[in-house]
């Protein structure tokens, strides 16, 4: 059973800056691919990055070139830097873990998460 714990969330100004941490604990934990999604007020849950096992990258069109995601297997932590935040990027932030699909569709459909820690709330307000 893998167990998904995220740190970081908090209250920032518009512009700002927060990095978010998710500790991974389980069995082979290396084989899964990690990630993020998040659930505005009245949203639909969204992907927002994941990172493949051998660390290939993606990104939802609304953070590319904003938000840089990254895993250290040694710790078991996946990190989600979010730089220029903006309003709409408030919602609660998941971590999310998976190993039976490739990562882009991973990242596209919660349906293929298999894996959801409890969320840690982000709020980009002045």
């Known amino acids: 059973q893998v167990q998904l714990v995220e740190f970081g969330g908090g209250l920032v100004q518009p512009g700002g800056s927060l990095r978010l941490s998710c500790a991974a604990s389980?069995?082979?934990?290396?084989?899964?691919?990690l990630g993020w999604f998040r659930q505005a007020p009245g949203k639909e849950r969204e992907g927002v990055s994941c990172?493949?096992?051998?660390?290939?990258?993606y990104y939802g069109d609304s953070v590319k070139g904003r938000f840089i995601i990254s895993r250290d297997n040694a710790k078991n932590t996946v990190y989600l830097e979010m730089n220029s935040l903006k309003p709409e990027d408030t919602g609660v932030y998941y971590c999310?873990?998976?190993?039976?699909?490739?990562?882009?569709?991973?990242?596209?459909?919660?349906?293929?998460?298999?894996?959801w820690g409890k969320g840690t709330p982000v709020t980009v307000s002045s």
């Open positions: 999310v873990a998976a190993s039976l699909t490739a990562i882009r569709p991973m990242c596209r459909s919660k349906s293929l998460i298999e894996y």
């Open positions: 389980g069995p082979i934990l290396d084989y899964y691919h």
């Open positions: 990172i493949s096992s051998n660390n290939i990258l």
